[in-house]
């Protein structure tokens, strides 16, 4: 089986293994205590905070363990809102962050507060002016992931910091998909992680809070990780973390170079192979081990369960997919094409054969989902001035694939309504209209719910 699913999870790290059993025998004491035990857990805490604040890019007192990465973003975010509240109560995200800090976001909101999001470009990118502008008198934080989890796309921020810093507002970055291949640079001022995605074991975060930066810990108070991070240390999941880290560090510059060419191959070959494919994310500020690309016509939950048979586990920012009714907000943010959509992130070490194999088995795969939906070849003459189609009741791709059909019925200049009541439409046709080269002209809601989508042919 070929795992290329580590920007989900990454397989644990032989020295994350070694570290966690070695430390399960020294570790288990209470490291508040003075007692040998104690010292000896003291020893492995503090040396793990070492290896892990050197790889962030920070000294050791200002990183604390987390029971989570999700945990890391929560009470970073929270504890940075709290410590600046008298300068307001205003965030800025951008449109594509992780949900850790979107569902952050919201909860400042639902309780009274402000949050502007900024949006992207089609790869996936903030304008740095454009984040600069969103910042206000009253903004007491800004949030920016370092690289997007779903496409790759690596983030400007150290200019983002700069502009930040000149209007004195704090810099939280989500830096989860990218630690393993380096420290984010930038004068960021806090920063989380989530040491399964780097081969460390799951249930262990990261945060930095760099000194200066007003920081109030919120819930009950706690003595441990200088009050940030309540509840009883978990030593060996943090030396594991922090060994597999550095581990992971030393092969990220050979094995950079390596799987960014393979993934260059598979942006390059994909499109060749299987027609009506987009590629998306920044082609060149991209993380070096991820690519994603959509496929027109075919539904995501399909096309992963035909690629799990071949021996592929991938993951995918689709709609159509059992786990979400609803489309990706980085896709829906990029204006890019959701169905269909498959992300390969390929683990260190990933053999060359593996990439080949993938390459040979997906233009079959694909081709046959699409059969299966009878998925149109797009083209006509037809000179009909405008057509509508009921797709009502139907979910994706089905609404595109009856635009895909209709299209060739009307003249050049001519137009095509899609009625559809499914939300994937609103993103997936004017994406389809952008790969295809017909005018998006606009959408009416109906009075029974529904949306009609109007197309005009290219």
């Known amino acids: 089986?070929?795992?290329?699913?580590?920007?989900?999870?990454?397989?644990?790290?032989?020295?994350?293994?070694?570290?966690?059993?070695?430390?399960?025998?020294?570790?288990?004491?209470?490291?508040?205590r003075l007692y040998r035990e104690g010292r000896k857990a003291r020893l492995l805490l503090d040396a793990a905070r070492e290896a892990a604040a050197e790889a962030v890019g920070c000294r050791p007192d200002e990183l604390v363990f987390t029971s989570s990465g999700t945990r890391a973003v929560h009470e970073g975010i929270a504890g940075a809102l709290a410590g600046r509240r008298r300068v307001g109560r205003h965030l800025v995200v951008s449109a594509v962050e992780h949900s850790a800090v979107l569902h952050s976001a919201a909860a400042l909101a639902g309780s009274g507060g402000a949050v502007t999001e900024v949006g992207v470009g089609r790869e996936g990118a903030v304008s740095v002016s454009s984040y600069a502008d969103a910042v206000r008198p009253d903004t007491a934080l800004a949030?920016?992931?370092?690289?997007?989890?779903e496409v790759g796309t690596v983030q400007p921020v150290a200019e983002v910091a700069e502009a930040c810093r000149a209007e004195g507002v704090p810099l939280f970055v989500d830096a989860a998909q990218s630690l393993a291949w380096g420290p984010v640079e930038g004068g960021w001022s806090l920063l989380a992680g989530s040491a399964h995605k780097w081969g460390g074991p799951a249930g262990v975060g990261v945060l930095a809070?760099?000194?200066?930066?007003?920081?109030?810990?919120?819930?009950?108070?706690?003595?441990?990780?200088?009050?940030?991070?309540?509840?009883?240390?978990?030593?060996?999941?943090?030396?594991?973390?922090?060994?597999?880290?550095?581990?992971?560090?030393?092969?990220?510059?050979?094995?950079?170079?390596?799987?960014?060419?393979l993934?260059?191959?598979?942006?390059?070959?994909?499109?060749?192979?299987?027609?009506?494919?987009?590629?998306?994310?920044d082609p060149v500020r991209r993380l070096?081990?991820?690519?994603?690309?959509?496929?027109?016509?075919?539904?995501?939950?399909?096309?992963?369960?035909?690629?799990?048979?071949?021996?592929?586990?991938?993951?995918?920012?689709?709609?159509?997919?059992?786990?979400?009714?609803?489309?990706?907000h980085v896709l829906r943010a990029m204006g890019v094409v959701s169905e269909g959509n498959v992300r390969v992130s390929l683990p260190l070490g990933v053999p060359e054969a593996e990439v080949e194999r993938f390459l040979e088995v997906l233009p079959g795969l694909v081709r046959g989902v699409r059969e299966k939906l009878g998925a149109p070849v797009v083209g006509g003459d037809g000179d009909a001035e405008a057509v509508t189609v009921d797709a009502v009741g139907m979910t994706c791709?089905?609404?595109?694939?009856?635009?895909?059909?209709?299209?060739g019925r009307v003249r050049v200049g001519g137009t095509v309504t899609v009625?559809?009541?499914?939300?994937?439409?609103?993103?997936?046709?004017?994406?389809?209209?952008?790969?295809?080269?017909?005018?998006?002209?606009?959408?009416?809601?109906?009075?029974?719910?529904?949306?009609?989508?109007?197309?005009?042919?290219?």
Not at 143 to 149: I, K, Y
Not at 248 to 260: D, G, H, K, P
Not at 299 to 318: I, P, W, Y
């Open 263 to 281: 993934t260059e191959r598979l942006r390059a070959r994909v499109p060749e192979l299987v027609p009506d494919v987009e590629v998306v994310g």
């Open 288 to 328: 070096p081990h991820l690519m994603t690309f959509s496929c027109l016509y075919v539904d995501g939950e399909t096309v992963l369960h035909e690629l799990d048979r071949a021996g592929f586990s991938v993951s995918s920012g689709s709609s159509c997919t059992s786990s979400t009714l609803t489309p990706s």
């Open 1 to 32: 089986m070929a795992y290329f699913d580590v920007a989900s999870s990454a397989p644990l790290h032989p020295v994350a293994r070694q570290a966690l059993q070695a430390s399960l025998d020294d570790g288990w004491a209470d490291p508040s």
């Open 419 to 458: 009625v559809a009541d499914d939300e994937v439409a609103a993103v997936d046709i004017p994406a389809w209209c952008f790969t295809q080269g017909h005018e998006y002209v606009g959408s009416s809601p109906r009075p029974d719910g529904a949306v009609a989508y109007e197309v005009r042919r290219g």
């Open 209 to 261: 809070v760099r000194k200066g930066v007003r920081f109030a810990p919120q819930g009950p108070a706690d003595e441990r990780e200088s009050g940030r991070a309540a509840g009883f240390e978990n030593i060996p999941g943090v030396v594991a973390a922090a060994a597999s880290l550095r581990a992971v560090r030393a092969e990220a510059a050979e094995e950079s170079a390596r799987l960014r060419a």
């Open 397 to 407: 791709p089905q609404p595109v694939i009856e635009l895909a059909r209709a299209i």
């Open 143 to 149: 949030c920016l992931q370092s690289a997007n989890h």
